[in-house]
């Protein structure tokens, strides 16, 4: 009777065991299923994706505005001066050379620690290499327009730490450092903010870092000249 029960038992405790390893392994299999790409490669993908699509946007844009010009240029001089004028201005813009506004983000970095004078004398200074980085991402994420402590930043422009202090376009400029950046601020915002990112790079250095959305900025036009000695039009 004994040994009978005790069978009964082990056959019962054998099923339920294979029931519960059958169980588990179904979970285990729908999470991996469930987990697909990870968060941080979504959320990169989301804003290349979004980049992208402005890149489109702005190209058929280009087109339909070229079209209009010479449609305009073909229907007598006064039409084609306006839209030389109209074109050189945009280019002007391009290089800016001209103030410019609109919607984008402020990003602030600050020293770590109160007391320091510049980057060469603190280890958690804001760095050259550091607003580079910053510039570098806002590029990417398709910022029409940089200034720094409202110094215009344009593609030839100078960002370099000479001697105890940061020069941008030969202009000293101090920490806090305020970049201002027009553009999508959504894309903006999230190319600096995404996990592993340079903000969070940023951070890790010890260095203040704040960011906001705003829905006007102002950057005034690049105030040096623009020379050149060995360059010429092809």
Known sequence: MNKTRFLSIA????VLGLMLAIQFRSTVASQNKNAGVPFDR???LSVEMRQLEKERDALQQEA?????????ANKGQ???LQAISSELNKVKMMAGMLPVKGTGVEIVLDNGKAGAQSPAENLFAVRDDDI??????LRGAGAEAISINGVRVIATSEIRLAGTFINVNLTRVLPP???EAIGDKDILSSSLEISGG???YLRSM?????LEKKEQINIPAYAGRNRFDYAKPI
Do not use: F, H, P
């Not at 056959?11 to 054998?14: E, I, N, P, Q, Y």
């Not at 339909?64 to 305009?72: A, I, P, S, V, Y």
């Not at 580079?132 to 991402?137: P, Q």
């Open 177 to 179: 450092y305020r970049i």
């Open 198 to 200: 340079v903000v969070e």
């Open 132 to 137: 580079l980085k910053v510039l570098n991402e």
């Open 42 to 44: 979504a959320q990169e």
């Open 11 to 14: 056959v019962v405790s054998v």
């Open 64 to 72: 339909e505005d070229l079209t209009n010009k010479l449609n305009q």
């Open 78 to 80: 006064a039409q084609a």
């Open 206 to 210: 010890g260095i203040k870092v704040s």
